[in-house]
């Protein structure tokens, strides 16, 4: 069974400008979780999709937001990127929300601002 | 909210001996303790995971614990080998249907 992917693995952009990322779950997996990474931080929670819908959000300005589409595929986007949103942005997903549950990380996407 | 600390930051064991990390939370209503590895280049890999109504859990060379009083989880990886190297993470989910809550990681090194 593959895994949780995610793409672009790595990105340049200038100050300002706005990106979009993805992330496929595995396979029959419904929820989709985003984190971002780095090294003064750790992880931290950026939001959670099931069924289309938004379920949880960490606590991260509304430049970032994030949706969910019927095959469970995801995407987050940062509008006016600011140099502290360099960070490795990773997807976890899970079979379904409402138990405990395990979640399983994509290798990530490398976001560098200049 | 959940706070998750995790110590030692760094590690270095001789291959072949133990290595122990431990983690303490805050929030005595957390109920699942997953444990994740991620080496360089890659994403977190979940290696094992506890809940609360379990006190140790073992799969092969990797074992977690949990003492629910003292709000604090260990993994402990014995037999080490080089590609055990790696940053290890900690977390802990307060409830079940809220996201996980990380500690800053332990990068051990293991010396061959």
């Known amino acids: 069974k593959a895994g949780v992917t995610q793409t672009p693995r790595y990105l340049i952009k200038t100050r300002g400008q706005q990106v979009t990322l993805s992330c496929s779950p595995i396979s029959g997996h419904r929820s989709v979780s985003w984190y971002q990474q780095t090294p003064g931080q750790g992880l931290q929670f950026l939001f959670e999709y099931f069924s289309e819908t938004q379920r949880n959000k960490g606590n991260f300005p509304g430049r970032f937001s994030g949706r969910q589409f019927s095959n469970s595929r995801s995407e987050m986007n940062v509008s006016t990127l600011e140099l502290g949103d360099s960070a490795l942005y990773l997807c976890?997903?899970?079979?379904?929300?409402?138990?405990?549950?395990?979640?399983?990380f994509g290798p990530g996407t490398r976001l560098t601002v200049t | 909210g959940e706070n998750v600390e995790q110590h030692p930051s760094t590690l270095s064991v001789q291959e072949g001996d133990s290595a122990v990390i431990k983690c303490t939370y805050s929030?005595?209503?957390?109920?699942?303790f997953p444990w994740y590895k991620q080496e360089l280049g890659k994403g977190p890999q979940l290696i094992i995971d506890i809940r609360s109504n379990v006190g140790e859990k073992k799969d092969q060379r990797i074992a977690v614990t949990l003492n629910k009083t003292a709000k604090h989880f260990s993994l402990h990886i014995t037999e080490t080998q080089p590609e055990d190297s790696a940053v290890y993470f900690c977390a802990a989910s307060p409830t079940g249907n809220t996201p996980l809550v990380f500690g800053k990681g332990t990068r051990l090194s293991v010396i061959a």
């Open positions: 976890a997903s899970s079979l379904d929300p409402g138990q405990v549950y395990e979640q399983y």
């Open positions: 929030d005595s209503a957390s109920n699942y």
